[in-house]
């Protein structure tokens, strides 16, 4: 099974959508982040995730995270 075929064709990017195949190339690994604003355990996670992504990342794109809002609309 495709990464299109889990997320559909598009991804955002910030504010900007983008192709998943695009989004996702080169990573060796992806990550799917399920979360919310509202969630505590969710904010203090985001942050421990950030530096995780950041340090993996320093020295070519290894990983990848697919963040899935369950914030509601």
């Given at each position: 099974?495709?990464?299109?075929?889990?997320?559909g064709?598009?991804?955002?990017?910030?504010?900007?959508?983008v192709?998943?195949?695009?989004?996702?190339?080169?990573?060796?690994?992806?990550?799917?982040?399920?979360?919310?604003?509202?969630?505590?355990?969710?904010r203090?996670f985001?942050?421990?995730?950030?530096?995780?992504?950041a340090?993996?990342?320093?020295?070519?794109?290894?990983?990848?995270?697919?963040?899935?809002?369950?914030?509601?609309?």
């Amino acid at each position: 099974m495709s990464f299109e075929e889990i997320f559909g064709p598009n991804l955002l990017h910030g504010k900007t959508e983008v192709t998943t195949t695009a989004s996702l190339a080169g990573a060796k690994f992806t990550g799917i982040y399920f979360g919310a604003h509202w969630a505590p355990p969710c904010r203090l996670f985001t942050k421990t995730l950030a530096e995780f992504y950041a340090n993996s990342n320093k020295d070519g794109r290894v990983f990848e995270v697919v963040f899935v809002s369950v914030d509601g609309n």
